[in-house]
């Protein structure tokens, strides 16, 4: 069965590369209406050249997760420019590889890590969900449906040794999106993670730690390990889902643990 989004919009962050950028081309070929948002005007114009079509509804739209003036005017357009939104897709986020943390990858040691690099993780994977939430979700709910996904990490990574602030932002992440999921869930507001299951091929894996994995003959996981699940949440089998965790390399499993069958 193929499902049909025409009409259905979608608003990504971090849609210019990795998952994000592999998300929204599913979701386009699928007839929806998506808007990619990122910071970087270089990348997300370029993803919007490569994306752009006759058979593709896309825009994009500049916006630092970490500026709230930055996400109101991104949040004044949007609303000038649709009536609706169904899916809002906070993927945005940084990790290991940001400047500052050289130290820290090499010594292991947490106190090596620079304030400003803690508080940069900690603004754009928390904070920055925080407010693109709060800049989006009235529209939801003053229509009285949608969905608020937020692309989070495995457990493992989360508490793994080496993974400060890393781990410990997606793990506050998922803990807000269960509150949000509680809040929302009367208003006709559905709030679900996301996340791959395992090590992947992002712009956020450095060339040491893809080396690494390929010399221990360590699985790496596509960037479109998300596709089937982010297709399937935007879709009419997801939308009494809700407070739930998605893990794109299980997603079978989660399928049979919920008596859902796709064929898809």
């Known amino acids: 069965m193929s499902i049909n989004l025409n009409g259905y919009n979608v608003l990504i962050t971090g849609g210019s590369s990795g998952m994000g950028y592999e998300m929204t081309k599913t979701l386009l070929s699928h007839g929806a209406t998506v808007v990619i948002a990122a910071r970087n005007k270089e990348k997300l114009d370029k993803a919007y050249e490569t994306l752009n079509s006759e058979e593709n509804d896309v825009y994009a739209i500049q916006m630092d997760v970490t500026d709230e003036e930055s996400i109101s ?54 904070l920055g969900y925080f407010l693109v939430s709060k800049a989006f979700a009235p529209m939801m709910i003053k229509q009285g449906k949608g969905q608020i ?52 091929r992002t712009p956020l894996a450095t060339p040491d730690m893809i080396e690494f994995f390929k010399k221990n003959n360590m699985p790496i996981l596509e960037p479109t390990v998300l596709n089937r699940p982010i297709l399937f949440l935007a879709s009419k089998d997801a939308q009494n889902i809700t407070g739930e965790k998605v893990i794109g390399s299980k997603f079978d499993e989660f399928l049979s643990d919920h008596n859902i069958k796709l064929d898809y």
């Open 149 to 200: 996904i937020y692309t989070s990490t495995s457990t493992e990574t989360m508490t793994r040794k080496g993974m400060v602030p890393y781990g410990p932002s997606k793990s506050a992440g998922e803990a807000m999106s269960d509150v949000l999921s509680k809040e929302l869930q009367d208003q006709g507001v559905m709030v679900n993670v996301i996340c791959p299951g395992g090590f992947t």
């Open 73 to 126: 005017k991104a949040s004044d357009w949007y609303q000038e420019k649709f009536d609706h939104l169904d899916l809002l897709i906070n993927n945005a986020g940084v990790g290991g590889n940001i400047k500052g943390l050289e130290e820290y990858r090499k010594s292991g040691q947490f106190f090596d890590i620079p304030t400003s690099a803690f508080n940069l993780i900690f603004d754009t994977n928390v």
